[in-house]
């Protein structure tokens, strides 16, 4: 326990941390590093990585670049490409977590069934039917984790294998299969080129064509590596290249600035030009609508393989699957093995299933029954002391979410040294404050690419993307300390931490 400057002592507080993903394993650290040690980490599986875990797809990598797809306070000499693969990227959160000591004190195969707000506590039930009562909840359950199978008529009767993505079979073999990918997505364009290596025949089926910037994937040599190690300041005036690019060309591309995101355009036409020979393939494969409305797709394999005598590109809108495989509009049946279902995931369901009860009573399911929203991506009106990270509206158009994650981690430890200090024993945010965040955020879209008419993931139902809309910059500027008058302070009848 601290000592304040007017001599009351600081409280203590006892906090669970959801998941031990990326954010998961940050927010330890941070917690920590911060002097709090009454930490319980809940994690549902047996491995700690969230994404890096679930997805190993063959070609599963990162789009961003390693070294800044990487903690900050953790470089990487040894990254062995620009862009990582999956593998190499877990044993990085393997090896940090290790490190700092956050592996040791996770409780893997207990997920939170529960979290119920009352007088300042939580109460959190696990699936071990544990119970913790805490001061916080700090939620790090990602955002992209719900696999979505697609709804088309047939698919549960297919006799062959079928799988999502994120449910890979690595049991299974697909040499000499005839494979069926649906979906052409960022999972997919990095899936397809390794697929096709090894199956007989492979036929993608497309239903929204996609543009795609080509940034090749250098690798780093031995000596780029030993260099790395003995000399850190290149490795960050790389990371502050790679940040400059993504923040003046990726991010401003597509949130609404007309030189970059002409740039981007010019790109990945000449890209799409000049990579597909074939003018028709070429003309299948050419999106109608503006780049950058779905997620840009950064890669350079996609479109050599699509070009493979073994791969199929097929357009037309899939009918139905039958037990033998996929019957497209044209009356047309494509004969399968294995169907890979490429098809994304949900981007609106964040810690659910687990019940989470905030304020008189209020269920997050009624609480996002309309709209999923938050203030600052952090906090929900009426849950008071429980946190998100990642949570809406936190992506920022293909930049690092190591990096946004990290500036939400700095964000809550400066609400939690507030309570620490008794400014309050739980935090509401004013609706006043909660609805000008997000009129900001519906006014920044307009604009942008991603409300320029296309479907994608960014989306919710009313069309509004759930995506930061402004620059890293004023991210970096609006997070940097709480704006505390936008927030209703709560005192309760046992002061938390003092029992
Ligand atoms: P996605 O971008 O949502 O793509 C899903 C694909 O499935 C789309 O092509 C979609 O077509 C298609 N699809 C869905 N339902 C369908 C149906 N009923 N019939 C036919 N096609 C259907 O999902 P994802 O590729 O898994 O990527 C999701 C996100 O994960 C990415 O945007 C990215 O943020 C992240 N990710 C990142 C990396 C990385 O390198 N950092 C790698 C993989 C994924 P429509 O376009 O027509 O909807």
Not at 9 to 33: F, K, N
Not at 145 to 153: A, F, M, R, T
């Amino acid at each position: 326990m601290g000592i304040e400057e007017n001599g009351a002592a600081l409280r203590s507080p006892s906090v669970v941390v959801i998941g031990a993903g990326m954010t998961g394993i940050l927010m330890v650290i941070r917690l920590r590093q911060a002097g709090i040690k009454d930490i319980t980490i809940l994690e549902k599986k047996t491995d700690l990585g969230g994404t890096w875990r679930e997805n190993i797809y063959p070609g599963v990598a990162c789009d961003i670049p390693a070294h800044m797809y990487t903690y900050s306070f953790e470089p990487n000499p040894d990254w062995s490409h620009r862009f990582a693969g999956g593998e190499e990227i877990q044993q990085y959160f393997q090896r940090t977590s290790a490190k700092y000591g956050v592996t040791d004190s996770i409780h893997f195969n207990e997920s939170a069934i529960s979290s119920v707000y009352d007088n300042g506590r939580w109460t959190v039930e696990t699936s071990l039917g544990n119970t913790h009562k805490v001061d916080f909840v700090i939620n790090c359950t990602g955002i992209l984790h719900h696999p979505v199978l697609p709804k088309i008529k047939g698919l549960g009767s297919f006799e062959g294998e079928a799988f999502h993505t994120a449910q890979w079979r690595s049991d299974l073999s697909l040499e000499g299969k005839k494979v069926g990918v649906i979906g052409t997505g960022s999972t997919a364009t990095q899936l397809i080129p390794e697929v096709a290596k090894e199956a007989n025949k492979l036929s993608v089926f497309q239903r929204t064509a996609q543009w795609v910037a080509p940034v090749p994937n250098k690798p780093f040599s031995n000596w780029n590596k030993r260099f790395f190690r003995s000399n850190f300041w290149a490795i960050k005036l790389l990371v502050n290249a790679y940040s400059f690019g993504l923040k003046h060309i990726f991010t401003k591309g597509v949130s609404g600035h007309k030189i970059p995101h002409t740039f981007l355009s010019v790109l990945c036409k000449l890209n799409l030009r000049f990579s597909v020979k074939d003018p028709d393939l070429r003309k299948r494969l050419r999106p109608d609508y503006q780049v950058g409305c779905k997620r840009l797709i950064i890669n350079t394999t996609f479109y050599p393989a699509i070009q493979r005598d073994n791969v199929d590109l097929v357009t037309e809108g899939i009918q139905e699957i039958t037990p033998r495989g996929v019957i497209t509009t044209d009356g047309k049946e494509h004969v399968l093995d294995v169907l890979i279902l490429s098809t994304g995931f949900d981007p609106f369901a964040f810690m659910r299933p687990m019940a989470v009860t905030g304020l008189n009573g209020l269920d997050i399911n009624e609480a996002w029954r309309d709209k999923v929203q938050s203030y600052r991506s952090v906090v929900i009106p009426n849950f008071p002391n429980f946190f998100l990270m990642l949570g809406p509206n936190t992506p920022i158009g293909n930049y690092s979410v190591i990096a946004m994650s990290e500036v939400q981690a700095d964000y809550i430890l400066k609400l939690i040294a507030q309570w620490q200090a008794r400014d309050f024993d739980a935090l509401d945010v004013k609706p006043e404050a909660f609805i000008s965040f997000n009129q900001s955020m519906k006014e920044g879209m307009k604009g942008t690419a991603w409300t320029s008419g296309c479907q994608s993931w960014y989306l919710d139902a009313d069309g509004d993307p759930v995506v930061w809309p402004y620059t890293w910059d004023r991210w970096v500027s609006e997070m940097k300390a709480p704006s505390m008058e936008d927030f209703i302070p709560l005192y309760c009848e046992t002061p938390a931490g003092q029992s």
